[in-house]
């Protein structure tokens, strides 16, 4: 009984210092989205994953004929929570058809996935100027990306929160964002 109540205090600590270090497995960084990182290959995806499902759709490439060469596209994969059957990442390799590939990009679906700063698709305009450098915006007919060089990420906002409506090529600058402009989709590039 006098050992126990010694090594109780001990195992307290542990456990506070263990919550203190936080939960990296959903953690953003520069070449890193919870447990993967620019080294991660195809194939250690479902022991990364295990608790997940995974859904694999792969190209179709050139098979030899005509008409497949023109079917090509890029292989994906697809994590999904077992729990609540929701889509937490979609990733894409560098190489198709090939399990040794490292990873190109991860687009995050899950908010639990944040940055040190707390950056995560629930996260506003004005939270993400303040929080990152934002090294440029470019603009496509229907959302503006931000392209942010310290995260290797590209977050895009919807033209409709920065209220256009035009389909247009229309320039859009940092100061023209709204700063309840919500993120639409959020990309960590790892290659």
Known sequence: MFILK????????????MQCNGNKSFEISKGNVGNIHAGTTVQELEALFASDSIVKILSEGDLGDEASKYLEEDDLYFVYSKLNKK???????????DSLSTIKSIQIFDPRFKT?????????????????????VETTFT?????????????VIDKAELGIKDFSLQKVTLDQIPA???IKYFTVWLN
Do not use: M, R, Y
């Open 6 to 17: 010694k090594i109780i205090p001990f195992i307290i600590v542990a456990l506070l210092f």
């Open 87 to 97: 889509k937490l990442l979609e990733i894409e390799p560098v190489n198709q058809h």
């Open 143 to 155: 959302s503006a990306i931000l392209f942010i060089d310290a995260l290797n990420a590209t977050i």
């Open 180 to 182: 309840l402009a919500k």
């Open 116 to 136: 040190v700063n707390g950056i995560g698709l629930h996260s506003t305009f004005q939270e993400i100027n303040a929080n990152c450098k934002i090294n440029k």
